[in-house]
């Protein structure tokens, strides 16, 4: 399995991201377009951006450059129920490109922060085991522990000022990484995995 790594925005005007259906460009010479747009359900979407982009290959001593062009195809996911969307992260450049472009059309998009409350509640819902999990307090000091119960971690983050920096568990087989900069990570490339994953995701208001 293909391990799936997303970075998680939250869409303020959810009815507007189905817009985003008529920029689809197969031929097209700009920079990013829409490459493939599925309703997957009344309130889910996939989505596959491309990018433009160039492989650049030199030599130290001639400095000849060659450039070659190429696509990046970038999935993402969308929940119009949560107004939660998974952008694929393959480097955070072509992250910034994708909600650059979303925002130029009309796609009111920020950041979503994994508060500890959201990272608790997707443990919770996937019966994880915590492999490995780093806390910070209010002094800013970091502090990486493994193999802990659900009942040590909320001890441990029972100080309103103890956050979580990053979790990693193991669900079924499925390895889950979140962050509190709101990545997240999957070792399932399966379809219909990704998209009850995103269904299910916590959603906190205003977060």
Request: include cysteine.
């Amino acid at each position: 399995m293909k391990r799936m790594k997303f970075t998680l925005f939250s869409v303020k005007n959810k009815s507007s991201f189905k817009n985003v259906k008529n920029l689809i460009k197969l031929f097209s010479d700009v920079d990013i377009s829409i490459f493939h747009f599925n309703e997957i359900s009344e309130d889910m979407v996939h989505v596959v951006f491309n990018i433009k982009d160039e492989y650049i290959f030199g030599t130290k001593i001639s400095g000849n450059q060659l450039n070659m062009p190429m696509n990046q195809y970038i999935n993402s996911f969308y929940d119009s129920t949560s107004g939660l969307l998974f952008i694929e992260y393959v480097n955070e450049r072509y992250c910034d490109e994708v909600s650059q472009y979303l925002k130029e059309n009309n796609v009111d998009l920020q950041r979503y922060q994994l508060t500890n409350e959201i990272m608790l509640k997707t443990l919770t819902l996937y019966n994880g085991f915590i492999k490995k999990v780093e806390l910070t307090d209010s002094s800013g000091e970091v502090f990486l522990f493994e193999v802990l119960s659900i009942d040590v971690l909320l001890d441990k983050i029972s100080d309103e000022k103890t956050k979580i920096l990053s979790l990693l568990m193991l669900s079924n087989k499925n390895f889950i990484s979140l962050t509190e900069a709101g990545i997240v990570s999957i070792n399932n490339n399966d379809l219909d995995y990704l998209t009850n994953f995103v269904r299910l995701f916590p959603y906190v208001e205003n977060n």
